[in-house]
């Protein structure tokens, strides 16, 4: 039998003293870039990139937001020195932060099922972490099939590696903050005290470590 291998888990961040609506305001006043990977979604799927690889902070939004492979050092990009509530949650994560975006799902759009490559806490040193900033009941997000009961400003690690898509079936767009980060001891800890985690089938553990 395979080891167990987590689909998501939900995180007790905490997320005092918090407002995001001035920044999400903020952050709507701004040119937002849609994601390259056209075949990997339906209807309107857009990104604004809030730290970056330093070597591309004079560079084009396209390079700022989807350079996820970098290893320069990760900068604060123009729009987060904007967003203080988004800046301060950053702030709580006692782990080494790499890439953030804001990534926004359009009412009636659709992200196919698809993998990130080796982006988990079983595959490699980094995890990614959602945290929903506007969401209604008509978003569906799934990780292995099975749906995230995700809620404003919860916290979620999300198994990238594993089959996973979303649907927003809503008049309303979706806005989550993704956060890339390195795992150590924190983190790692965090993740694994979580009392809601969901792990990956069998079937699917079987196919990742493939």
């Not at 084009?60 to 987060?80: D, G, K, M, R």
Request: hydrophobic share 40%; charged share 20%.
């Amino acid at each position: 039998m395979s080891e167990p291998v987590l689909a998501f888990a939900k995180l007790d961040l905490s997320m005092t003293a918090l407002d995001f609506s001035g920044d999400l305001e903020e952050a709507r006043s701004h040119e937002w870039i849609s994601h390259v990977n056209t075949k990997c979604y339906q209807g309107g799927w857009d990104v604004l990139p809030l730290i970056i690889p330093q070597e591309h902070l004079n560079n084009h939004i396209i390079l700022q937001a989807f350079s996820l492979n970098c290893e320069t050092p990760w900068v604060e990009s123009q729009y987060l020195k904007r967003l203080p509530s988004i800046r301060a949650l950053i702030d709580r994560f006692e782990c080494n932060v790499l890439s953030v975006r804001l990534m926004r799902l359009h009412a009636y759009s659709s992200i196919k099922p698809h993998r990130d490559t080796g982006l988990s806490i079983e595959a490699s040193s980094q995890a990614r972490i959602h945290i929903p900033l506007e969401i209604s009941p008509d978003v569906q997000f799934k990780v292995d099939g099975v749906s995230v009961p995700m809620e404003a400003n919860s916290v979620w690690y999300i198994n990238a590696d594993a089959v996973h898509s979303v649907q927003n079936s809503g008049d309303t767009p979706r806005v989550n903050l993704v956060v890339d980060c390195n795992v150590n001891e924190w983190l790692f800890k965090l993740i694994m005290a979580s009392k809601e985690k969901t792990y990956c089938c069998e079937k699917s553990v079987k196919e990742i470590a493939r």
